[in-house]
C-alpha cells in the first residue's frame, strides 16, 4: 500500500505538469493495487482525493484516457465509491468520450459509466437524459463486429430499457434494426439470451413493437421456434420460451398485431394457429395467448370463428382436462372469451358446444381459470335467451356461482360469478331461472351486488332483481327481506354519488316489491318517502318522472 499512497502523490504532482510518462507509470501502478486489492486500493484513491483528479484526465487526446477510464470502472465495482465518483463530476466527461473512435476507450468508458449508475434508477435516468441511448446504439451500428463492445452495449440497453422514461428515445433510433440484424449473426445460445433480455422489455413499447415486426423479428422468432421445439437440451427450451413469449408480446401492440394478422392470411397468423395442436405445452399457451391477442376486434373475431379456430381451442381444452396444466386453460379460455364478443360469433360458438366445454373445468379450483370460465360464459349468454335459459337452470353451476360469490380472497372471481348470476337472469327473463337463483341462495349476493362500486355492476344487479320482483316475488320475498333490500334501495337513492340509471332502476325496483306486504310496510317509511320526494327535482327527466309515480305509489292508501 505504500507504493500505493507514493504512487498517487506522484500522480498528483505529475498531473499538474502534464509530465504524460510519470503519469502513464502511475496509472499502471493504480491498476495492479486494484487488481490486488480492489476494495483497499479504492479506499485509498478516495482518501487522497484523486478521483476529482481523474475527470481532468479524462481527455479524449490523451493516450492515457483508456487506462483512467478502465481506473473509474475498477473503484466503481465498489458501491461505496459509486457516489464519490459522481460527485467528482466524472459522468459528463465519461459521455462526451462515447463519441471517440478508439474502441478500447470506448469499451473502458462504457464500462465506467455502467459501473458508476448500477443498480440506481436516478443516474440512469441522468444518462438518459444526457441523451446516452442514440450514442450507443450508433455505437452498436458501427462496432457489431467487436463482441466486447456490443456485449457493452447490450448490457447498457438491458438496464436502460427497464426505465419508461428511456422507451422514447429508443423509438426514435433504429434500436429494432441493429438488434434484428445482430440476433441474426449469432449463433451461441447466451448472446441470442442477453439479445432477447434487451427486446423483451423494449417490446413493452407499442411504437417499437411495430419498429421490431418491421424489422423482421418474428421471422427470426419463429426461425427460432422451428429449431428448438423438439429441442431437449435446456437452453432448446429455453430458447423456445423466451422466443414464444416474446412472440405474444408483440401481437400485444394494435397496428403491430394487425399487421402479422393480414387479414387472417398472414403466414405468421398461419405458423401461430399450427402450434395450437402441438404436444409442446410451451407452443400451446403461446398459440392460445396469440389467439387471444389477435382477437382484440370484432372483424378478426368474426374472421377467426368463421374459419374454425373455436374448434382447435376446445379440441386443446379436451386434452387439458385430464391433463391440466391451468396456464393453457387459462389461456384457451381467454381466446374464447374474446372471441365470443362479437354477437354473430355467439350462437355460432354455442353450436359448436363451446359451453358444455367450458362447464367441464366447472370443479376447477384454480381462481385465474374460474375468472376465465366465468368470463367466457357471461360472454356467450349476452342476448342469447335459449343459453342464458339452460345454463341458469343448471343447478350444479348456479350452486358454484354462489360459492365464487363469496371468494373474498379472490375480487375478479367474486365479481364476476356475480355478473354471470345477474347476467343468467337478465338474458333469459326465465321464472325457472329465477327459481333456481333462488333456491341456490343467489339472491343476497344480488342484493351485496347492488352495493358494488362499479356502476355497471351496480346497474346489472338491480336489473336482475327487477325481473326478480316482477316474476318471483312471493319466492324471494323472504330472501330480500333477510337480506335488507329496502335499505341497500334508500342508500342508493340517498347517496348523492349514485348515477341517474342507478336511482330510476332503484326506484323501478321499490314499485315492484311493493305487491310484497312486509316489504310494503319498509318502503312506506317517512324516511323513504321523503328521499323519493327529493328526487322530483332531480336535473335529469326520467329520474324525476318516476321519482313522482313512485312516491303517488307510497302515498296510495293501502
Given amino acids: 500500500m505504500d507504493n500505493l499512497s507514493d504512487s498517487l502523490a506522484k500522480l498528483k504532482l505529475a498531473s ?73 463530476g466524472l459522468i459528463p466527461p465519461l459521455i462526451q468520450l462515447l463519441n471517440s ?58 438496464n436502460l430499457a427497464e426505465l419508461e422514461s428511456s422507451k422514447e428515445q429508443f423509438a426514435s433510433t433504429n434500436i429494432a434494426e441493429e438488434l434484428v440484424r445482430l440476433f441474426q449473426k449469432q449463433v451461441e445460445h447466451e448472446k441470442k439470451e442477453m439479445i432477447f433480455e434487451v427486446l423483451a422489455p423494449l417490446a413493452e413499447n407499442d411504437v417499437i413493437k411495430l419498429q421490431m415486426v418491421e424489422a423482421g423479428l418474428v421471422e427470426c422468432l419463429l426461425e427460432v421456434v422451428g429449431q428448438t421445439v423438439d429441442g431437449k437440451r435446456e437452453e432448446d427450451v429455453a430458447q423456445l420460451k423466451t422466443a414464444s413469449d416474446l412472440m405474444v408480446l408483440l401481437l400485444l401492440g394494435d397496428e403491430s398485431m394487425q399487421k402479422l394478422f393480414e387479414g387472417g392470411k398472414g403466414s405468421v397468423f398461419q405458423r401461430v394457429l399450427s402450434w395450437i395442436p402441438s404436444h409442446n405445452h410451451q407452443l400451446q399457451l403461446a398459440g392460445a395467448l396469440a389467439i387471444a391477442n389477435f382477437a382484440r376486434n370484432d372483424g378478426n373475431c368474426i374472421h377467426m370463428v368463421d374459419t374454425g379456430i373455436v374448434q382447435k381451442l376446445l379440441e386443446l381444452l379436451d386434452r387439458h382436462i385430464d391433463e391440466g396444466n391451468v396456464t393453457v386453460q387459462h389461456a384457451a379460455l381467454s381466446a374464447l372469451r374474446n372471441l365470443a364478443i362479437p354477437v ?89 331461472v329465477i327459481r333456481t337463483v333462488i333456491q341456490g341462495g343467489g339472491v343476497k349476493h344480488l342484493v351485496t351486488m347492488a352495493t358494488s362500486e362499479h356502476m355497471i355492476m351496480q346497474n346489472e344487479a ?97
Fill in 344 to 432: 354473430v360469433n355467439k350462437s355460432k360458438m354455442l353450436s359448436a358446444g363451446v359451453a358444455d366445454v367450458v362447464l367441464k373445468f366447472l370443479q376447477s379450483e384454480m381462481p385465474p381459470v374460474q375468472f376465465k370460465l366465468l368470463g367466457t360464459l357471461r360472454m356467450l349468454i349476452d342476448t342469447q335467451v335459449e343459453a342464458a335459459d339452460q345454463l341458469g337452470t343448471n343447478g350444479k353451476l348456479v350452486e358454484r356461482l354462489v360459492e365464487w360469490c363469496e371468494a373474498k380472497d379472490h375480487a375478479g372471481v367474486m365479481g364476476e360469478s356475480n355478473r354471470l348470476l345477474s347476467a343468467l337472469i337478465r338474458h333469459s327473463k326465465s321464472k325457472e
Fill in 101 to 158: 473512435t478508439d474502441q478500447e476507450l470506448l469499451l473502458q468508458t462504457g464500462r465506467a459509466l455502467g459501473n458508476i449508475c448500477y443498480d440506481s434508477h436516478s443516474l440512469q435516468g441522468q444518462l438518459i437524459s444526457m441523451g446516452v441511448i442514440p450514442t450507443l446504439v450508433k455505437l452498436l451500428g458501427i462496432h457489431s463486429h467487436n463482441a466486447a463492445l456490443t456485449e457493452m452495449c447490450l448490457i447498457a440497453f438491458g
Fill in 462 to 558: 338491480l336489473v336482475a332483481l327487477g325481473l326478480i320482483a316482477a316474476l318471483d316475488l312471493v319466492a324471494a320475498e323472504k330472501d330480500f327481506v333477510g337480506a335488507n333490500l329496502v335499505a341497500v334501495l334508500h342508500k342508493l337513492l340517498s347517496d348523492e354519488r349514485s348515477a341517474p340509471e342507478i336511482k330510476y332502476n332503484s326506484m323501478i325496483l321499490i314499485c315492484a316489491v311493493m305487491g310484497s306486504e312486509p316489504l310494503h310496510k319498509e318502503v312506506q317509511s317517512r324516511a323513504f318517502i321523503d328521499v323519493v320526494s327529493k328526487l322530483r327535482s332531480h336535473e335529469n327527466k326520467t329520474v324525476s318522472h318516476q321519482a313522482s309515480l313512485t312516491e303517488q305509489r307510497l302515498t296510495a292508501q293501502s
Fill in 16 to 88: 499538474t505538469d502534464s509530465a504524460s510518462d510519470s503519469v502513464e507509470s502511475c496509472l499502471d501502478c493504480l491498476l495492479k493495487a486494484l487488481v490486488n486489492n480492489n476494495t483497499e486500493a479504492s479506499v485509498k484513491i478516495q482518501e487522497m482525493a484523486i478521483l476529482p483528479l481523474l475527470s481532468t484526465l479524462l481527455s479524449p487526446q490523451s493516450s492515457c484516457t483508456p487506462k483512467v477510464a478502465n481506473i473509474i470502472a475498477e473503484v466503481a465495482k465498489n458501491e461505496f465509491m459509486r457516489s464519490p465518483c459522481v460527485e467528482a
